[in-house]
């Protein structure tokens, strides 16, 4: 009998950033894959595989490849999509066979701030597998980057 491994930690990150672009340009970027492809993950990662299905229920498979060559496969459902102010998504990273390593639930809310878009970002993420406490370690550094590599794609139109 398999028994369901223990949470081993828990971490919440919130973030805010403003973008020198108008919503609707923002939110593209969160919701059509060739957008979210260039931009989702740390820097120097890359996104060979980015399916979005943003709709309610709707599915995410993203497989983020770091610059040594190693593949992190995520999986997500959308729960709440209402264009363009707020997504809400939960999200599993997963090892090589596809193992949980870590599940979050992160909300996006965006707001039209002048003409540039004010992004806030919440993600609670629980741990349960003995490598998790390191992942969430790095949990904020990969969203600022993330958030980075976003405002490079969004503020250079």
């Known amino acids: 009998m398999n028994a369901q491994p223990e949470a081993t930690t828990c971490r919440d990150v919130s973030l805010t950033r403003i973008f020198d672009a108008p919503i609707q340009l923002v939110w593209m970027a969160w ?19 980015c399916e979005i299905g943003v709709r309610q ?9 770091a610059p040594d060559g190693a593949v992190y496969p995520m999986t997500g ?33 965006f707001e039209d701030v002048g003409g540039k878009t004010k992004v806030t970002i ?15 370690a790095g949990m904020e550094m990969g969203w600022t980057q993330s958030l980075e590599k976003l405002a490079d794609l969004v503020e250079r139109r």
């Open 31 to 49: 919701t059509d894959p060739g957008h979210m492809a260039q931009w989702w993950g740390p820097k120097g990662f890359t996104n060979p595989v």
């Open 57 to 65: 229920g709707g599915a995410i498979r993203i497989h983020m490849r």
């Open 77 to 109: 459902t959308f729960e709440e999509i209402s264009p363009p102010e707020r997504l809400v998504f939960t999200s599993v990273a997963r090892d090589d066979e596809g193992n949980p390593l870590l599940e979050a639930r992160t909300t996006v809310a």
């Open 122 to 136: 919440h993600s609670s993420a629980v741990g349960i597998a003995p490598v998790a406490p390191q992942m969430l």
